[in-house]
């Protein structure tokens, strides 16, 4: 792992006990635009990582059987399924994600990745996601 690489991995675990109590704060106010999260498809909510205490309510009432973080370039392929799944391009998957969360930014290596997948997808070289 490069200088920078691990420079970056440390901030992002230096800043996210401060961030996590800044959104959880966010969501709590009357006037909040920032919900906890979205309902992207009947599949797909997209927003920060559940606390413990909202689980049981996740489960219960959104049905939530998996969730999946966007930190890492792998991760990305949530994004590329629900692409699929609605026939959108790139760029509509994207668009569509910033109409429903604004503050959400979908990364270069986020893009490439769905860009490879659509690709993928066209050619017919790669599993449809179920």
């Known amino acids: 792992m490069g200088v920078a690489a691990a420079l970056g991995a440390g ?3 230096l800043l996210f006990y401060p961030t996590l109590l800044y959104t959880a704060l966010r969501a ?8 906890w999260f979205h309902r992207i498809d009947r599949a797909v909510l997209l927003g920060a990582l559940p606390l413990r205490g909202r689980s049981r309510r996740l489960v219960a009432e959104e049905n939530v059987r998996a969730v999946l973080t966007l930190n890492e370039e792998y991760e990305t392929r949530f994004l590329c399924c629900s692409a699929q799944l609605h026939h ?5 998957a994207i668009e569509a994600i910033a109409k429903i969360r604004p503050h959400i930014l979908i990364r270069r290596k ?3 990745v769905l860009e490879s997948f659509h690709r993928d997808v066209t050619a ?7």
């Open 110 to 112: 986020q893009v490439q």
């Open 88 to 92: 959108w391009s790139p760029q509509e």
């Open 11 to 13: 901030a992002a675990r």
């Open 124 to 130: 017919g070289t790669t599993a449809k996601c179920q």
């Open 28 to 35: 709590q106010l009357p006037a909040s635009r920032r919900p």
